[in-house]
C-alpha cells in the first residue's frame, strides 16, 4: 500500500522561478503547468497554486526547501492511500485509493482533483470567516431598519467583501477540468472518480450559494450607503434654504 500526502503551501512563492529552478536542478518536467519531480520511481506533483502532492516520498520536508527555499510554510494537508488493483481502472473508498496502475499520468490524473479539493477548501474557509464578519449586517437591518455603520465603515467593509469575492472568481477557473484532459481524455475517468469522491461539485454548487449571499449582503450595504449619502445631501440643502431664508428675512429688516 502507497501513501499519498498532500500540502497546500503558503503563498507567494513564484512559481515561474521554482518551475525553471527545478527543472535545471532536478530530475522534473513540466507538463500544463505541473512541476513533475520523479524520484526512485516515486512522484511529486508541483501545482502553479501553491499544491504539492507526493505519492510515496519520504523527507517532504526536506524535499521542497531542496526544491525552493520558499516552499517551507505548509498550510493544509491531506493524506490518503493508494493500491495497485487489476479489477477496476480506479475506485475509491475510504481514503483509499485502488488503481489498475502507478503510472505517472494516473498519478497525475488523480492529484489534479486532491489540488482542486485543496482549494476549494481554502475559498470555503475564505468564504466563512467572510460571512461569520457579516452576519451583523441583515440582523441590524431586521431590528433597526438600518445598519449601525459610518459611511466610512460601510466603504471599508465593501471593500473587504469585494476582495472576497473577486479573489474567488479570479481564481474558480482552477475548479474547471483542467486542460490536461483535453489531451489525454482517457485518463478522465481516474480525475472525475477522485473528484466525485471528493465531492466537489456539490462542495462548488454550495460556495457559489454562498457567493450569493455575501452579493446580497454587498447590495444591502451599497444601499445603506447611499440612502445615507443621499440622506446627507437632503440635510445639506434644507441647511442652505434656511440659512438663505434667514439672509433674506434679515435683509428686508
Known amino acids: 500500500m502507497g501513501i499519498i500526502k498532500a500540502y497546500k503551501l503558503t503563498d507567494g512563492f513564484d512559481f515561474d522561478k521554482i518551475k525553471k ?48 527555499p520558499s516552499l517551507t510554510g505548509i498550510k493544509t494537508s491531506e493524506d490518503y492511500n493508494y493500491m495497485i488493483s487489476q479489477s477496476l481502472p480506479v475506485k475509491i473508498e475510504f481514503d483509499t485509493i485502488y488503481m489498475d496502475s502507478d503510472d505517472e499520468l494516473r498519478k497525475l490524473s488523480i492529484s489534479y482533483a486532491i489540488e482542486q479539493s485543496i482549494k476549494l477548501e481554502e475559498f470555503e474557509t475564505s468564504i466563512k470567516r467572510t460571512l461569520e464578519e457579516t452576519e451583523h449586517i441583515p440582523l441590524d437591518l431586521a431590528e433597526n431598519g438600518r445598519v449601525k455603520m459610518s459611511r ?11 476582495i472576497t469575492k473577486s479573489d474567488i472568481y479570479l481564481h474558480f477557473e482552477l475548479l474547471d477540468t483542467p486542460e490536461f484532459f483535453w489531451e489525454y481524455p482517457e485518463l478522465d475517468i481516474y480525475y472525475q472518480s477522485m473528484r466525485k469522491y471528493l465531492e466537489l461539485q456539490p462542495r462548488i454548487e454550495i ?33 442652505l434654504i434656511a440659512i438663505e431664508i434667514v439672509l433674506f428675512i434679515g435683509y428686508d429688516l
Open 21 to 68: 529552478e527545478a527543472v535545471e536542478r532536478f530530475r522534473a518536467k513540466v507538463l500544463k503547468e505541473v512541476v513533475i519531480f520523479e524520484k526512485n520511481g516515486n512522484h511529486c506533483f508541483l501545482f502553479k497554486y501553491g499544491v504539492a502532492i507526493f505519492w510515496d516520498f519520504e523527507e517532504v520536508d526536506y524535499f521542497l526547501k531542496q526544491i525552493h
Open 152 to 162: 466610512k465603515e460601510l466603504a471599508k467593509k465593501r471593500g473587504r467583501l469585494f
Open 207 to 239: 460556495l457559489n450559494r454562498k457567493m450569493g449571499v455575501i452579493q446580497e449582503i454587498l447590495n444591502i450595504l451599497a444601499d445603506e450607503q447611499n440612502h445615507k449619502h443621499s440622506s446627507t445631501l437632503e440635510w445639506i440643502i434644507i441647511i
